[in-house]
């Protein structure tokens, strides 16, 4: 059976199907009561074979009947004689319409339609049809049906509810259904109609204005289901149903996405009056058409301007294009995956905590998207971002789509300390304060620990001990400082986010015993590469040298060498630098210093690559033609030479300045560069060119000045042949270690899409500031192709959004990680991703050093991994994927939070000051604004907004909006504000509207 789905399926109508927009090819039987008149069943088999079926399909329809004593009713009479392909099953009213549905479900079995319509049988009050109605649906690809999913019926009813809707989503079709049903367990929104339990008859409003507004400090949150329009009523019911009876739910849509899309360009939008009458509805019809309107808009497959002016989405284009099904677009949460379909009551998973502070905190199942409920009493003592074991206590319910469960045992405690500040709660009570604010204990700290600690103070809270109603006492082991205090925060920080900044003396020790000459022994092993012209291009303040760079000319080819300091020979496997490395993970880049991964005597010494030492290396080198492609690659050990030590700005110097040392290999190198981005960006890579600032200080470490970072020429030669160095190890281990037999780990580097929510909600911003985002169909996901994107990114250029959009867009990305499973990189454009060129700041670049000259040490020798040690490095490439994952995301907003320290010390004696701003985002308790200037964020809370309005929160507009005089504050818009306050406690500046 074939078929071909609209892109839109609609509701049971008087309990009929709209499906004038489906192409059936197949035995199609629809089972239905006789509706007691002849007049009404016979209205109901007209409408039924004026669906269109394809010339293929075979209509059946069963008729049902218990009106009469023997059987024989003379509506069953009538319609036996009047239509042909109409079969009857009757059975009196003593054997009740439940057996004659069994014979019809055995009729369906027996004779295996493809496609089964069931109206009216209402399973919840005779549970005798169970068994044969699940056998016809089994048989059948196609089920619609409509009572036996009532949300009021039994709970009987539920395991056939679940496989009829799974089976509906496997088919990309819905369930369709008469009856007021939003299954939160199916993964996808069904259609439904609107519930008859408010049939009053209203005043049909003039306009829409206002339908949508929420008080401030509110916003709709809830997921309607298509077709639900909740407490709002445009009219009377049966108004609405002769609408759709007449034009049919889904012919309505397809009108209105049809004429939005040819009106795209020119007018900023329609009203709701202004597109029903161009498509070409009178009064009477505007409540059927609200209804769908406001369905569309409320699916994102429309715009809706401040003005209320309707236009098409970038969502609404694709799917009215592309005829994707609607459950392909559809923004429901799936609650748990099919993989969760098995676990039970009683069953224990390994979950990570994310406590909340009031509520149900959630559990994350490892390695899955399913979340488990918990409840502030069956915690067990665990802290935020714990590893816990997590005891299931109850399943997802119709009502309820979570599972709920206890914590039965901390299998890893991340927290050993907590950081915070102390509050005097009486003479001898003193309340701890943790700068996470997600915790739901109230914290104690015990008296003796405290007795010479200031109120106010920033501590470290540890020594746990837990009592009744989720209070925990705790000492302060370390005394940091007054709370607010730039020093003492940026301590604070560092302890916050587990960074040691020192190394332990048994750590250091070993790194000083590390021999310092290369060895002739070495050296024979290694391609020698010492009479090369080799140098280095890094930050004037850098003081590791990672990487290099080499290029000689040969005719019309160059010799291209990328070469980087080989870490993994000097720090060996599971030794104790090793072991440090691995838990540290990552450097960290702090606004005031560099916390290493490596001990100073291994980053700064042994291994970076200074000039005018020997060196030993890893080199990538290539043959490139003019034209910068490669010809011809080779990865080798190497011991190397630095000629010159380069800094980003006199490599700059050298690109252009003939005079300057090394130029003819820094031009040519250049030159390349930029050969090797365009076709970069041509192949799908993605350029966002955001605004990245930074906070200069002087001697002291007080911020002086905040400096927008220039982006050099030199810094995009040095970036280019680091990604081509690691896109070319990244396809060699995959070609050479995981194909054929092998199946060798390596830790790929990778970027998803960008998630359905994101990505409309983002298109949706662009549309309404006045650009496009063209949504495609991508690794069979809807979202946006990196060629739209650069051309959303090379749009915007030289405009008002130039540096809000790239930075939108980047909030809108998922994020890069580390991964044993290869899907790719999406942002660079790259099928083959990893992480070589950073091995003494990065533990992925050390141990994909190890693994790739391991894989290349047994080739050589014809040799294969051994299964033990193989399994054990599975093991180990998992655990370091998903730890320097989490390493990297840890460093990265210790990086933010001491960048936002050293921000809020600069404005504070700016306090008073007026500064122009762009807004950057709008949040239901304020707005976030971008100081120009300065390239600092700061608040305005709504209490601070103008008293001449009241300003509701539309997060469909992303903005405020007055409810007298519409006026509007959204993002991308610009304002002047004045720094009313400064919160170092909160690391807040706090704004108001300039008068």
Not at 176 to 193: A, L, Q, W
Not at 544 to 568: N, P, T
Not at 901 to 907: R, S
Request: charged residues 25%.
């Amino acid at each position: 059976m074939n078929i071909s789905t609209p892109s839109n399926i609609e509701s049971f109508v008087i309990g009929l199907p709209e499906l004038n927009n489906f192409s059936f090819v197949g035995k199609v039987l629809v089972i239905t009561p006789t509706f007691n008149e002849i007049e009404n069943i016979s209205i109901f088999i007209a409408r039924v074979r004026s669906i269109n079926l394809g010339i293929e399909a075979r209509l059946d329809i069963l008729v049902v009947d218990d009106n009469s004593p023997d059987g024989t009713s003379d509506v069953a009479k009538s319609i036996s004689e009047k239509f042909d392909n109409v079969f009857l099953i009757t059975r009196s009213k003593r054997e009740g319409l439940g057996t004659a549905y069994i014979t019809g479900f055995k009729y369906a079995i027996e004779k295996g339609y493809d496609i089964v319509f069931e109206i009216d049988a209402d399973l919840s009050h005779q549970p005798e049809m169970i068994p044969y109605f699940l056998e016809s649906i089994q048989k059948a690809d196609v089920v619609i049906g409509s009572r036996y999913l009532n949300h009021n019926a039994n709970v009987v009813n539920w395991p056939i509810r679940r496989l009829i809707l799974s089976k509906a989503a496997s088919l990309y079709t819905r369930v369709i259904t008469g009856m007021p049903i939003n299954d939160p367990t199916s993964g996808f929104k069904c259609i439904r109609m609107r519930s008859k339990q408010k049939q009053q008859k209203v005043d049909i409003p003039k306009s829409n204005k206002g339908s949508r507004v929420e008080r401030r400090g509110r916003s709709k949150r809830n997921s309607r289901s298509f077709g639900s329009r909740g407490n709002h009523d445009y009219g009377n019911e049966t108004m609405i149903r002769e609408f759709f009876l007449k034009e049919g739910r889904l012919s309505v849509s397809h009108k209105i996405l049809r004429f939005l899309s040819e009106q795209q360009s020119g007018k900023a939008g329609f009203t709701s009056r202004e597109i029903a009458e161009r498509i070409g509805y009178t009064a009477v019809d505007l409540p059927g058409f609200w209804e769908v309107l406001h369905d569309l808009y409320d699916n994102d497959f429309l715009i809706k301007t401040i003005d209320r002016l309707y236009s098409i989405s970038e969502l609404g284009i694709f799917h009215f294009k592309q005829s994707i099904p609607t459950e392909t677009v559809s923004q429901s949460t799936i609650p748990h995956s099919s993989s969760d379909e098995q676990l039970k009551i009683g069953d224990t998973v390994v979950c990570k905590l994310g406590m909340r502070r009031e509520g149900h905190s959630k559990a994350k199942i490892v390695g899955s998207a399913t979340e488990i409920l918990i409840e502030q009493g069956f915690l067990n003592h665990a802290f935020d971002k714990d590893i816990v074991k997590v005891r299931i206590n109850q399943l997802p319910t119709k009502g309820d789509p979570f599972y709920y469960g206890n914590i039965t045992k901390i299998e890893e405690r991340l927290f050993r300390q907590l950081i915070g500040r102390i509050e005097k709660k009486s003479e001898h009570e003193f309340r701890f304060l943790p700068d996470n604010p997600n915790f739901c204990y109230k914290f104690y700290v015990k008296p003796k620990s405290v007795k010479h600690v200031d109120v106010g103070s920033k501590i470290a809270f540890s020594e746990f001990s837990f009592a009744g109603n989720n209070i925990v006492y705790g000492s302060a082991t370390t005394v940091l400082g007054q709370a607010g205090s730039p020093d003492v925060e940026l301590e604070a920080n560092l302890l916050q986010a587990n960074i040691d900044i020192t190394f332990s003396k048994s750590v250091t020790a070993s790194a000083n015993r590390i021999h310092h000459e290369i060895t002739n022994e070495e050296i024979e092993k290694r391609l020698d590469l010492r009479g090369v012209d080799i140098f280095t291009i890094d930050p004037d303040d850098a003081k590791d040298f990672d990487d290099a760079l080499s290029i000689h000319e040969k005719g019309d080819i160059y010799e291209i060498g990328v070469h980087i300091a080989d870490v993994s020979h000097f720090v060996k496997e599971n030794g104790i630098i090793d072991k440090e490395a691995a838990a540290r993970a990552t450097s960290v880049y702090l606004v005031d210093r560099v916390i290493p991964m490596l001990p100073s005597r291994l980053c700064e010494d042994l291994c970076s690559l200074v000039p005018h030492v020997d060196r030993l290396a890893y080199s990538v080198l290539f043959s490139i033609d003019k034209n910068a492609q490669v010809l011809d690659y080779k990865i080798a050990k190497t011991v190397i030479h630095s000629k010159h030590r380069f800094t980003y700005e006199s490599a700059e110097d050298a690109i252009w300045n003939s005079d300057a040392p090394f130029h003819g290999h820094v031009s040519s190198l250049n030159t390349l560069a930029k050969q090797l981005y365009n076709k970069r960006i041509k192949e799908g890579a993605l350029d966002f060119n955001t605004e990245e600032w930074k906070v200069k200080l002087d001697a002291n470490g007080k911020p002086i000045s905040t400096l927008l970072k220039q982006r050099l020429d030199a810094h995009r030669l040095v970036e280019e042949f680091m990604l081509l160095a690691n896109k070319t190890v990244a396809k060699h281990m995959y070609k050479h270690f995981q194909t054929d037999d092998l199946d060798y780990p390596v830790i790929y580097r990778v970027h998803d899409l960008p998630t359905l929510d994101r990505i409309i909600s983002f298109a949706n911003f662009c549309k309404l500031s006045g650009f496009h985002l063209k949504l495609s169909n991508h690794r069979d996901k809807i979202t946006a192709n990196a060629e739209s994107i650069q051309k959303l990114l090379d749009d915007v250029k030289s405009t008002p959004f130039e540096a809000l959009i790239p930075d939108l867009m980047l909030r809108t990305m998922s994020k890069a990680i580390y991964s044993p499973n290869n899907i790719g990189h999406f942002g660079l454009g790259f099928p083959f991703y990893l992480h070589f060129t950073s091995p003494i700041r990065r533990y992925p670049d050390l141990m994909t050093h190890r693994l790739l000259f391991e894989y290349e040490t047994l080739k050589i020798n014809s040799q294969k991994i051994s299964r033990s040690r193989l399994k054990k490095l599975k093991t180990l490439v998992s655990i370091i994927c998903q730890h320097s994952s989490d390493a990297e995301r840890n460093a990265t907003e210790a990086e933010r939070k001491s960048i936002a320290i050293k921000q809020v010390e600069y404005m504070k004696p700016r306090v008073g000051e007026l500064f122009d701003g762009i807004i950057s985002d709008v949040l239901d308790f304020g707005i976030f604004v971008k100081l120009t200037l300065v390239g600092i964020h700061g608040f305005i809370h709504i209490k601070d907004f103008p008293k001449d309005d009241y300003y509701n929160f539309e997060k469909r507009l992303f903005a405020f909006i007055g409810e007298r005089t519409n006026r509007p504050f959204k993002v991308g818009q610009t304002v002047s504000v004045k720094i009313t306050s400064v919160d170092e406690l909160k690391m807040r500046i706090n704004l108001s509207f300039a008068e």
